[in-house]
């Protein structure tokens, strides 16, 4: 799977809108990508992907830069249960693709009250 | 419908003795991976297993780790001769399909060795 780079940390307030970048330069054509947070003491639990459109779902959206090099996870109003570690994560659609996910250090999300 | 299970949740064990570690996957699953986590470390894949057989075990120490998923029952983890150094938590995920599909990943556990 294609490297993801992604900010430390960032901070949020309670009730307001959460933009978490996430720069992947050598994304290939057939390489979705996928977003999973780690609340503290749980495992990792699946948010949202996609390919090339911007995606919407009840827990967030994905909008993906027109080049695909880069795309940003959306949190519309931030709760104090989505204070979690990010991660940003391509994975092939091709074969090779299955469960082996490759998780780099993510982004720590902390939201304020 | 239950989500995956794992446990125990947290195994404490001396070293010289045997972590075992069990995960039944979601419902309708017949996929399953392990996952681990050291300490202040990321998640690190280890083996992606289906039913009765090991598909990739790239991620699996070469010695004193071993997987398995028989036809009945849960997948089990198996660490022989625990070290300080496999203090960790271990999570299964599970899939319904191999390709692209999204997984889904129990509450992990945490094996402390002593």
């Known amino acids: 799977d294609a490297k993801t780079t992604q900010p430390n940390s960032m901070e949020s307030n309670e009730e307001e809108p959460v933009h978490l970048p996430c720069n992947h330069s050598?994304?290939?054509?057939?390489?979705?990508i996928h977003w999973y947070r780690q609340l503290p003491s749980q495992g990792p639990e699946y948010v949202i992907h996609?390919?090339?459109s911007n995606v919407n779902n009840r827990m967030a959206s994905l909008a993906i830069a027109e080049d695909r090099k880069s795309s940003t996870l959306i949190l519309h109003r931030a709760t104090l249960r989505d204070a979690a570690v990010y991660y940003c994560?391509?994975?092939?659609?091709?074969?090779?693709?299955?469960?082996?996910?490759?998780f780099g250090q993510g982004t720590i999300l902390t939201v304020h009250p | 419908n239950a989500g995956v299970m794992q446990n125990p949740r947290h195994l404490v064990r001396r070293r010289g003795q045997e972590a075992r570690l069990r995960c039944s996957p979601m419902k309708g699953h017949s996929h399953v991976y392990w996952y681990r986590q050291l300490p202040e470390e990321g998640l690190k894949f280890m083996v992606y297993l289906q039913k009765e057989n090991i598909i990739d075990e790239s991620g699996m120490p070469k010695e004193r780790f071993s997987a398995e998923f028989p036809k009945e029952g849960p997948s089990i983890l198996r660490i022989q001769q625990v070290v300080r150094g496999d203090s960790a938590a271990y999570f299964c995920?599970?899939?319904?399909?191999?390709?692209?599909?999204?997984?889904?990943f129990g509450s992990g556990t945490q094996l402390s060795v002593l």
């Open positions: 996609g390919l090339t």
């Open positions: 994560i391509l994975r092939d659609a091709g074969g090779t693709s299955y469960g082996k996910l490759t």
């Open positions: 995920a599970s899939s319904r399909l191999g390709l692209g599909e999204k997984l889904f």
């Open positions: 050598t994304i290939s054509g057939t390489d979705y």
